[in-house]
């Protein structure tokens, strides 16, 4: 079945630590993003990627590295220079032609302690 | 000029009720609206969508009302079902440039269906 696996689900790690979060899909999709979800702030987009070895800042990429070395693989680092890590992250693709019509994985949720 | 506000937070109505989730907008630019639906625990699910040329559509249950010149845009659950309980997201995207694809997000409604 294709769609998109993220991993861990969840995750507690120490302040100060930086923390990577997997994000791998077999849809053949072309576009990849990472959103954050906080409650009562909707989605709020980190980074996204529109083909290998490019990707874009979002609204709120400070404090957050990614990489698009593979179609299949996009990877967000969660780094110890953001300051509320804490949050529930969400990664998501798309296929070039469809506008909007985003795939979302589970989600993967993080906690700083 | 990138918000897309939603109302209200949360709804609660009985099982065969029409809950309705509002959205406004300020970019004019944008020209796709859907709406995802959201478990506790998952990620958020494609439900239905709209683009402007059209004032309404629907899908099953679920309605799009679209008021171009308001920038408004609604959604309608008809003979709502307790499996509607759920978190909804309105968005809006733009087209072309860096814009295309990249989603913005309302804050989510928490519905929630009673027996």
């Known amino acids: 079945d294709g769609g998109i696996t993220q991993s861990p689900k969840y995750l507690f790690r120490k302040e100060g630590q930086n923390v990577t979060l997997s994000c791998e899909q077999n849809l053949n999709h072309d576009a990849m993003y990472w959103y954050r979800q906080d409650p009562g702030q909707g989605l709020r987009l980190i980074y996204y990627?529109?083909?290998?070895?490019?990707?874009q800042k979002g609204d709120i990429a400070e404090g957050y590295s990614v990489s698009r070395e593979k179609k299949e693989s996009f990877p967000l680092t969660v780094t110890s220079a953001q300051k509320n890590p804490t949050a529930f992250y969400l990664c998501?693709?798309?296929?070039?032609?469809?506008?909007?019509?985003?795939?979302f994985g589970e989600g993967s949720r993080l906690t700083v302690l | 000029q990138q918000q897309v506000k939603q109302s209200p937070q949360s709804l609660i109505v009985q099982k065969g009720g029409i809950p309705i989730i509002n959205c406004a907008y300020e970019n004019t630019a944008f020209d796709y609206f859907p709406w995802y639906q959201q478990f506790p625990g998952k990620g958020p699910a494609l439900l239905i969508a709209i683009r402007p040329d059209v004032s309404e559509k629907k899908e099953g249950r679920f309605t799009i009302s679209f008021n171009k010149s308001a920038k408004q845009f609604s959604l309608h659950i008809m003979d709502s079902q307790p499996g509607d309980s759920a978190t909804y997201f309105c968005?809006?995207?733009?087209?072309?440039?860096?814009?295309?694809?990249?989603?913005?997000f309302g804050q989510g409604t928490i519905l929630t269906v009673h027996p």
């Open positions: 998501a693709s798309r296929l070039a032609s469809r506008t909007g019509e985003l795939f």
């Open positions: 990627s529109q083909i290998v070895n490019d990707f």
């Open positions: 968005a809006a995207s733009g087209a072309g440039g860096t814009s295309y694809g990249k989603l913005t």
